[in-house]
């Protein structure tokens, strides 16, 4: 199979369109937080920072491994949430003519399922690893492009809002209910919502502000 | 120059994570309403909605027209923030070395910021038509399809808050200050903020749910 970010961008764009299960939801959530992550990673390498002073530069350096680091893992998890929820359409098509098949294919997307939860618990958690080299990024790099790390955190966290969502419209076919998914995610969020509300997003988007 | 987004994904989010100064902030909005209008164009054109009855299919085929036409529009916007935001950068390289060549620098910087802040302007204003398509899908569209649904939606809403980062960083270089896009841009904000809450974006996040 063609690698989904081998694809020209538009024709990427044309995928999710399409009515086909795959590329969905958890997909774009990876994408969206990748492309934050490139926004960041593009402010932390900028020569200039806020006050050009020693410390600031070492936080800089460090949050841009951080969103490197990131940006990789959500481009891998663009493609593993494809091939997740691939697993759980094809066991859905096994056959259910008898008791033992219904067995089989029963078994079969309950382990499928397993992993079309963890592939979006793990973009959500590299989203919020995002979110936090966005932080870092607004507060000490480049003023001139604040706008860049800003929207990258708005990024950041519609990918870890979207992970969520299909965490939990998956975990609830967990055997477990999906407790222990929920959990994590519940906290990712949280955390989540605390750095974007000190980031002001989207709350700062209401008052008008000027470069800083 | 190649179009962005006919560049294979994996090396647009490159060119978003590399040091030029475009693609930046503003074209990655634009791509994340992009993407967020292909995900609620997939809901809405699904075979199946919430209930199968006739007045559902109606707004959902008249919401599949909208998220296709801002999609349209917004892979458009995503070339063209880049273009714009070039301009400014040819601008500032323009000689200063006389009083002629101050004045005509200037005079090319404000022109070029006229059109910086016109096309996130146009991005804000078309991921609030994507925030609005999703409402429709989330609301009216196939249950199944939901968490697709609902982070088509968070990524309309990012697109919207990064569009105004971009608009309002602009705005301020403006002869007037950039009084009249930065009204606009409120007001697309605001409207859209206002969408956004009343799916429970970011808050819905909050509270585990369930499929419905």
Not at 57 to 62: Q, S, V
Not at 184 to 203: F, I, N, Q, T
């Amino acid at each position: 199979m063609t690698k989904l970010l081998s694809l020209p961008a538009a024709e990427l764009l044309d995928r999710f369109a399409s009515p086909d299960p795959t590329p969905g939801g958890g997909s774009a959530a990876a994408l969206a937080g990748a492309l934050g992550a490139a926004l960041v990673s593009m402010v932390c390498a900028m020569p200039k920072s806020r006050t050009g002073a020693a410390p600031e530069r070492a936080r800089l350096d460090a949050a841009l491994a951080w969103a490197r680091e990131a940006g990789q893992r959500l481009r891998a998890l663009v493609e593993e949430d494809a091939r997740a929820y691939d697993a759980v359409v094809a066991a859905y098509r096994l056959p259910k003519g008898t008791d033992e098949e219904k067995a089989a294919r029963k078994a079969a997307v309950a382990a499928a399922m397993v992993g079309a939860t963890e592939v979006p618990l793990e973009t959500a958690e590299a989203c919020l690893v995002v979110l936090k080299s966005a932080e870092e990024a607004v507060s000490h790099g480049n003023p001139n492009a604040l706008s860049d790390a800003r929207t990258g955190a708005a990024l950041g966290w519609a990918g870890l809002v979207g992970a969520a969502e299909n965490v939990r419209i998956n975990a609830a076919s967990l055997p477990d209910g999906g407790t222990t998914a929920t959990f994590r995610v519940d906290a990712a969020v949280a955390e989540g919502r605390r750095r974007a509300e000190a980031l002001g997003l989207p709350s700062t988007a209401r008052s008008a502000a000027g470069p800083t």
